[in-house]
């Protein structure tokens, strides 16, 4: 089992930046592949970044691409998602996500991620 905790989300204007960190307990991150996913009000949560196991492969949903990050920090046993020239379409919520230990594959399908955090809100206003 693993406890993830989301952070950094917050109001911010159009073309601005937010950080967003999730930090794990449990077990660590290099253990599984993980992503981010967003879920806005009366829409399907949606896939947004992932990264495999080994930080090597990444992907991203194409409207992001370019403009967030995911990244990890094994050491502190966190995963985050630098996003950058924000729209107001990016408000949701955000939910990082882990996969089942030994699971090392990138995946878009929230379907795989076996342990979720709380989310946090983030609003970008036009």
């Known amino acids: 089992q693993v406890q993830l905790v989301e952070s950094g989300g917050g109001l911010v204007q159009a073309g601005g930046s937010l950080r967003l960190s999730c930090a794990a307990s449990g077990r660590t991150f290099s253990s599984s592949a993980m992503g981010w996913f967003r879920q806005a009000p009366g829409k399907e949560r949606q896939f947004v970044a992932a990264m495999s196991r080994s930080g090597i492969n990444t992907a991203y949903e194409d409207s992001v691409k370019g403009r967030f990050t995911i990244s990890r920090d094994n050491a502190k046993n966190t995963v985050y998602l630098q996003m950058n020239s924000l729209k107001p379409d990016d408000t949701a919520v955000y939910y990082c996500?882990?996969?089942?230990?030994?699971?090392?594959?990138?995946?878009?399908?929230?379907?795989?991620?076996?342990?979720w955090g709380q989310g946090t809100q983030v609003t970008v206003s036009s």
């Open positions: 996500a882990v996969r089942r230990l030994n699971l090392a594959a990138v995946s878009r399908n929230p379907s795989d991620y076996e342990s």
